[in-house]
């Protein structure tokens, strides 16, 4: 059978008059009573914000309160307790350490009458405030974003596989926005990562960036030209030029606002092979037409 459990989670806070707070307590077996050996007694509840992962508090008692209230742990008859039961708690109340699912009863504060169940569902009990959901994610949502399967950028030469040395040669890289979406502390996570900086190696030990402009194609009429990203080879041979991409981003909480993460992810591209030629220049005497085996026929 699926158990049921309450949206509000019960925290039990007694604020005596005359003196500091204290706790409900268990008495040793399933139950446990509020105090009442004054008029000033709040029953306080902890309960959670739907859609936000935030913790709230209210008081269910007034002063002069009326009402008293108890409760009865649900996995034990008497003083017995049931393991499969008892295992459930690990399950169900899991936001603070401690947690125990309960039944709720009220009546008439010293009536003597018959204790009436406040709801047909069990919540969970803590002896201290659960820990914000929200900021938990923040606290871990950095790592969430830096381990998602961010795809690299794709790097672009012109000209490409070879060049010549002493010529600009031109780098983009296309990178794009991408979304990933998630659950973490059972809260549906968006994340939202766009390419920010990008940080050239152009395997001939020279590193340009970080630097924001991710370069673009030219036109083959223009290669040659320098641009912002384009670079010179000044020696030949053969180079695997790459390029690293940072990533920003933001994230998103059960379809809330987007709020910015205190960090980046870097994503390395697959490397490019490059050869780097030279060009020679002579004279030629020999008409092909005459001499088809003369230089540069």
Same mark, same amino acid.
């Given at each position: ?35 009442v ?5 709040y ?13 709230s ?6 002063p002069?309160?009326?009402?008293e209230?108890r ?7 008497g003083?017995?307790?049931?393991i ?39 919540s969970?009990?803590y002896a201290?405030?659960?820990r ?18 961010i ?15 002493? &010529?600009?040669?031109?780098? =983009?890289v296309? /990178?794009?926005?991408?979304?990933f979406?998630?659950? %973490?502390?059972?809260? $549906?996570? @968006? ?18 960036g ?30 695997? &030029?790459?390029?690293?991409? =940072?990533?920003? /981003? ?7 606002? %987007?709020?910015?993460? $205190?960090g @980046?992810a ?7 092979a490059?050869?780097?030629?030279k ?9 092909c ?9």
């Open positions: 059978m699926k158990l049921k459990v309450s949206a509000i989670v019960a925290f039990i806070a007694l604020f005596l008059s005359a003196g500091a707070p204290a706790s409900a307590k268990d008495n040793g077996g399933g139950s446990g009573e509020g105090g050996d004054d008029d000033r007694v029953v306080g509840a902890y309960f959670e914000i739907p859609g936000s992962g935030e913790w508090h209210f008081d269910t008692g007034v002069e309160n009326l009402t209230y409760f009865e742990l649900k996995c034990f008859e003083d017995v307790g049931n499969l039961c008892l295992n459930e708690n690990e399950r169900y109340c899991k936001a603070a350490a401690g947690g125990k699912l309960v039944y709720w009863f009220s009546r008439l504060k010293d009536s003597g009458q018959a204790w009436n169940p406040l709801s047909p569902d069990p969970c009990i201290e405030k659960p914000d959901i929200g900021d938990q994610i923040r606290e871990t949502i950095l790592n969430e974003f830096q381990s998602r399967p795809l690299p950028g794709t790097l672009a030469l012109q000209p490409s596989p070879h060049t010549l040395i002493g &010529a600009h040669t031109n780098f =983009y296309e /990178a794009t926005e991408q979304v979406d998630f659950a %973490m502390f059972e809260q $549906d996570i @968006r994340i939202v990562a766009r390419p920010t900086e990008y940080e050239w190696s152009y395997g001939d030990g020279t590193v340009y970080p630097a924001s402009p991710a370069g673009g194609p030219l036109p083959p009429g223009r290669w040659g030209e320098e641009t912002s990203t384009s670079h010179v080879y000044r020696a030949t041979g053969n180079f695997q &030029a790459s390029v690293t991409v =940072y990533f920003s /981003a933001e994230y998103s909480i059960n379809g809330g606002p %987007m709020v910015p993460i $205190d @980046r870097t994503v390395p591209s697959a490397p490019v490059i050869s780097v030629w060009s020679e220049s002579h004279n030629v005497a020999d008409d037409r005459v001499n088809p085996a003369g230089y540069g026929c």
